[in-house]
């Protein structure tokens, strides 16, 4: 079976130095359960050796959001992550079917996780997750204009939330407090994002130290 949407060779990777230098021989599925595959490719390598390549593919796309309250707070999520075998502070976070827009699904999560909605919304990165071994993407979003109602997490979730000043946030990142890599790169780049006046007066006067 061909495929599963990985390139095949485009050709001398010398014409190229950004296409695709690996050959795809075969791809098999090797398992599925409703949220990923695990497809494994018969390649031949850059080297023009024979080799294999796995590949986990979620089935949704991975959303997160950074919340500002108008006390300048953002609200983070506790949980305990089973790959890490380890607890884990984050930014709001979860999936989201693939062809729904990102931001409806980041709100949708926002809400289960936190019982917060906001009225004001702004795109912050695009992130290729682990992405040597999985094809998984990742959208962020900065949300402000907070209403506080009921969360309703999923049953597979037993969640704590915390609010904490921005930049004790920003500085939790720093310490390895929080090592999500969605919420280090977004907490990251909203803190550059705001020294450098590319917020909105609103938000910016919320996280300015």
């Known amino acids: 079976m061909e495929g599963f949407g990985v390139p095949h060779d485009t050709g001398n990777p010398g014409d190229n130095p950004e296409g695709n230098p690996w050959t795809v021989l075969t791809s098999t599925m090797k398992y599925e359960n409703p949220w990923i595959e695990v497809i494994e490719h018969t390649v031949l390598t850059p080297k023009g050796t024979p080799g294999i390549y796995g590949v986990v593919r979620p089935r949704s ?70 992405n040597c071994i999985t094809d998984e993407v990742a959208y962020t ?34 310490r390895g407090e929080i090592t999500d890599s969605m919420a280090v790169a977004s907490l990251f780049k909203l803190r550059l994002m705001a020294d450098g006046g590319q917020l909105p007066d609103d938000v910016a006067r919320l996280i300015r130290p």
């Open 61 to 130: 796309l991975a959303t997160g959001v950074i919340p500002i309250d108008d006390e300048g707070n953002v609200t983070l999520v506790g949980q305990y992550r089973f790959p890490l075998e380890q607890y884990s502070w984050e930014i709001p976070e979860g999936g989201g079917e693939k062809g729904v827009d990102p931001q409806v699904s980041a709100a949708r999560e926002l809400l289960e996780e936190t019982g917060q909605t906001a009225r004001h919304w702004m795109p912050l990165m695009t992130l290729h997750l682990s």
């Open 141 to 174: 979003f900065l949300a402000w204009g907070l209403e506080q109602g009921a969360a309703c997490p999923d049953d597979t979730e037993v969640l704590a939330t915390r609010r904490v000043p921005f930049a004790e946030a920003v500085a939790m990142a720093m």
